[in-house]
């Protein structure tokens, strides 16, 4: 499991989501986190992060987004030199299932449906953390 100083970047339009998110990620213990609001702004904390020698080390973001969608954020830091390793999950709908493949393709970590509950995000970070460090 990801080591609970792990610095982590919620990414979605819905301060709800975000809030439950983080919520989650408090009871598993995690403390780093820091959110944004669409994939645009989360490539800024990214880069700023990274700046900063403080660099982000798992991001959980939602699928669809105005600006920058998720699927888009991923590809983009998959194609980077800094970022290409980065764990990074997908929160997806229903209705967005369909298109997992694509990000299956473009080197998602997991994806995890909504809505989910605490014991499957649990587990999707286990898996997360495995499919990166326990090769
Ligand atoms: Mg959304």
Redesign the pocket.
């Known amino acids: 499991m990801f080591p609970t100083s792990t610095r982590i970047l919620i990414v979605?339009?819905?301060a709800s989501i975000r809030d439950l998110v983080r919520n989650q990620l408090k009871v598993l213990g995690f403390t780093e986190i820091i959110e944004s609001e669409d994939g645009v702004l989360a490539w800024t904390v990214l880069e700023n992060q990274y700046a900063q020698a403080n660099p982000i080390e798992l991001v959980i973001s939602?699928?669809?987004?105005p600006k920058m969608k998720g699927l888009d954020l991923l590809k983009k830091v998959r194609s980077s030199q800094v970022f290409e390793q980065l764990p990074f999950i997908l929160l997806t709908s229903e209705a967005e299932r369909e298109q997992v493949t694509e990000a299956v393709m473009a080197g998602v970590s997991q994806y995890i449906v909504k809505p989910f509950s605490g014991k499957v995000f649990e587990e999707k970070l286990k898996t997360a953390y495995q499919k990166h460090f326990k090769k």
Not at 62 to 65: G, Q, S, V, Y
């Open positions: 979605d339009d819905m939602d699928w669809n987004m």
